[in-house]
């Protein structure tokens, strides 16, 4: 008797080899660890509006807004932040930058001007609209080894954490042709399968004053990157087409995560 059952156990475990793989093994297993990833950056980006909110009439106790473009610290967003958050941690991967940009020029290619860091603000400028800015590198696991854009799992972790018709997704490269391209830029955001909003020009062309050298949106996913492929197609599916010459799918920042939101 002892004997069959020990033969029924092993059949038994041959057999399960035959059994297909759960469909939704990827959304179990794969899909939460890159929700992890997009999670901290879209936690730190919601601390940084709470912070300019603050900072902005009536809650700060005044009639202009106290804020200055610039890097917004992550000591300066740790107020903000949700409970779970190392407590010790004086970095992050991702940068959050606050842009005041002149809203009469074209294609928002021009900061105000007379922007000190302290003193009154150029951001209340009635010509100035704020824009902030969260972004970083699409770590090289998340990226389809082909294209270099973020793959299906990535993208998947996006719309499950912040849904639809948000202006949160990947950076890309844009004909200023494109119908769907407002400001007619050569930057704007994309998703799964959706493009959302034209990233301003100067955001994507230029070097925020006073920011760390290496640290603007221009220099680590704008113009400042060598090798980004200028493609109006919307989706990163894991196709089997070639690798454009033009794309550097070694390069850690071809593709960076972007959460982006005016204050007008």
Known sequence: MYIWVILATFITILYSFNLSIR???RKLYVEPQAEAVVARLVEQHRAAQKYVRDHMPPDNGSSTVSYHPGEVS??????????????????SEY???????????????????GCTGSGPSCCGDAKSIT????FGCVPQKWRNIRTGR?????????????????DMGYADFVSPDD???????????????VTFV???????????NGVEEGRSFSEMCGDGVKGNDVSSEAGSEDTEEET?????????????????????
């Open 150 to 166: 973020p793959n299906n799992d990535m993208l998947n972790a996006i719309q499950n954490l912040v849904g639809m018709g948000t």
């Open 131 to 134: 824009y902030l800015a969260t």
């Open 179 to 193: 119908p769907e391209n407002g400001l007619k830029t050569t930057m704007m955001i994309r998703a799964r399968e």
């Open 95 to 113: 940068t959050t930058l606050l842009y005041c940009l002149d809203r009469t020029s074209d294609k928002f290619s021009q900061a105000m001007t």
């Open 23 to 25: 469909a939704d093994m």
């Open 74 to 91: 992550f000591a300066n967003l740790k107020p903000y932040l949700p409970y779970g958050f190392n407590g010790s941690q004086t970095t």
């Open 244 to 264: 454009p010459d033009d794309v550097t799918v070694d390069s850690a920042c071809n593709f960076c995560l972007i959460y982006l939101t005016p204050f007008d």
């Open 198 to 208: 034209s990233i301003p020009q100067y955001i994507i062309s230029n070097r925020l």
